[in-house]
């Protein structure tokens, strides 16, 4: 018995049949399909994260000039602070609650005594 080396043993667990199926598979039309679909591919992401490149520098230009033109007319740059925001939502979500239940429950009756009404004249 020979004995077996770690190349050999390396060898034997190739599967020699299906990398030859896979190249019988392989033709030269598919290859140069390939080739062409990866280029066009990497072609429109490149454009694609170029333009949403520009496109931030742009927005980030335009509200750049906005912000100066508004501090040089010394007006009020639309940035409210998000603590002063949420205290005023919920002063505003309280004083809702409070009025649509009163609302609400009279609305009710109304159409409570409408449907009453509206049975009587069946």
Do not use: Y
């Amino acid at each position: 018995m020979a004995s077996s080396t770690p190349f050999t043993e390396l060898l034997e667990r190739v599967p020699l049949d299906d990398i030859g199926e896979t190249a019988r598979r392989i033709t030269p039309g598919r290859t140069v399909a390939a080739l062409a679909g990866g280029v066009l591919f990497a072609a429109g992401w490149l454009i694609a994260v170029i333009f949403g490149g520009l496109w931030f520098v742009a927005k980030w230009s335009f509200a750049a000039a906005l912000v100066g033109w508004k501090t040089a007319r010394h007006e009020e740059i639309l940035q409210p602070d998000i603590v002063q925001l949420l205290r005023e939502n919920e002063m505003l979500r309280a004083e809702a609650k409070r009025d649509d239940i009163s609302q609400i429950r009279a609305e009710n009756e109304r159409l409570r005594a409408e449907v009453q009404r509206l049975g009587r004249l069946r």
